[in-house]
């Protein structure tokens, strides 16, 4: 499924987002975020050699490794063989919020509310994305785990 895409925190506050849509994507939009690409040393196709090149033009490592190394870091998830260590953008708070929308054209904000279930989160998530927007506004507490 090319559009899985989920996030682990590791000790260093570093973070790892896993599956071809979304590692090619951050690797297209916020190269500089990426620390290291790690792709699984079998998986040999267009969509995987696109994202090792994107990462080489890029300047960012990649590391071929074993589909049970990838297994052992990411548990049992759909990583399709690919899985980047990201560095996370820090949260905003409301002064970042209110001086984006001052230099923001038209802005679209998705305000959440009561989302229990992870995957309708990140359905959330990707077509707040699509749509290009600005910020998602979650609750401190009372959904799923987010930061």
């Not at 707040?128 to 910020?135: E, N, V």
Request: glycine share 8%.
């Amino acid at each position: 499924m090319g559009t899985k895409r989920a996030s682990s925190r590791d000790v260093r506050g570093s973070e790892t987002i896993y599956g071809v849509h979304a590692v090619r994507v951050m690797l297209e939009r916020h190269p500089e975020r990426i620390n290291a690409v790690r792709l699984a040393e079998r998986r040999d196709d267009p969509r995987v050699r696109e994202i090792e090149e994107l990462a080489r033009l890029n300047k960012r490592p990649v590391q071929r490794v074993d589909g049970h190394a990838l297994k052992q870091m990411l548990g049992d998830v759909s990583h399709q063989g690919v899985a980047a260590e990201i560095t996370p953008q820090p949260p905003w708070n409301e002064d970042d919020l209110f001086a984006a929308l001052q230099t923001a054209r038209n802005p679209l904000l998705l305000a959440l509310d009561g989302v229990q279930d992870p995957h309708n989160l990140g359905a959330c998530l990707r077509t707040a994305d699509a749509c290009g927007a600005l910020a998602v506004i979650v609750p401190p507490q009372g959904g799923c785990w987010c930061r």
